[in-house]
């Protein structure tokens, strides 16, 4: 819990403004912790007794994340080494994958690609660079609207693949992400399924936010155009 804790909260001293202050709620609500062990942790690494009502100022939560990465440095060192041969691992299956998808695709057999693509994303997923995962779940929407999987399959790689781009909380991500949406936003809108459209309008709403932090709005409402929102 407590590698996860430092992980998350360096992760999310990015998008913590300089002169704002977070109270130990939001901070556990942004690091995906409980409240209490947020306290336990924060207390003891400021070495004061803190309660849940109180606040930290983002220089509080950068001292508090340089103490618990030299704490735990060793530990922290052993977790990175155990993803990195798990990214590769996965990056190693990709190639033995996308050949055997390549032969499938060469005979026209759209399903078994689909199917060979997707279970390989399905095993590995976690362990997948943000890039990789976009682009496999672009070619998995690809070779699944081409094999005519239902909607409730593609639905779930269009929403994997705009998780991927906003999870990285960058401008060019977002791009990413929009884009995505832009190049199979259009089948999910001029599908007969009325989900499909909601699926549409609740993964831009998602994105939206993202869109306005990094001044990308006009893009995104030139996006809600073309696909004829309302």
């Known amino acids: 819990m407590m590698l996860d804790f430092i992980c998350e909260l360096e992760r999310v001293m990015a998008k913590w403004p300089e002169n704002d202050s ?13 409240v209490p062990q947020v306290v336990d942790i924060l207390s003891d690494t400021l070495e004061r007794e803190l309660e849940v009502h109180e606040t930290l100022t983002q220089a509080e939560a950068i001292k508090v994340l340089t103490t618990l ?4 440095s060793g530990e922290l060192a052993a977790r990175q080494r155990r993803l990195d041969q798990r990214r590769d691992k996965a990056v190693q299956a990709f190639d033995l994958t996308m050949e055997k998808v390549r032969v499938l695709q060469t005979s026209k057999n759209w ?19 943000k890039d990789l995962m976009l ?12 094999s005519e999987a239902n909607l409730q399959e593609l639905s779930q790689w269009l929403r994997k693949g705009v998780a991927a781009c906003i999870s990285l909380q960058s401008q060019d991500a977002t791009e990413d992400a929009l884009d995505f ?3 199979y936003g259009d089948y999910f809108m001029t599908s ?3 989900p499909g ?4 309008v609740h993964v831009l709403e998602s994105v939206k936010s993202h869109a306005t932090i990094h001044d990308l709005l006009p893009r995104y409402e030139a996006l809600v155009k073309e696909l004829q929102i309302i």
Not at 28 to 34: I, M, N, P, V, Y
Request: with cysteine; aromatic share 6%.
């Open 22 to 34: 977070w109270t130990l709620a939001q901070i556990a609500d942004q690091t995906g912790s409980g």
């Open 69 to 72: 990465k030299e704490r735990m």
């Open 111 to 129: 399903r078994n690609a689909y199917k060979t693509l997707s279970y390989y994303v399905g095993c590995h997923e976690k362990d997948l660079p």
């Open 135 to 146: 682009t496999l779940c672009g070619e998995c929407l690809r070779l699944g609207i081409k």
């Open 181 to 183: 949406l832009d190049a």
């Open 192 to 194: 007969s399924s009325e």
């Open 197 to 200: 459209k909601r699926l549409i």
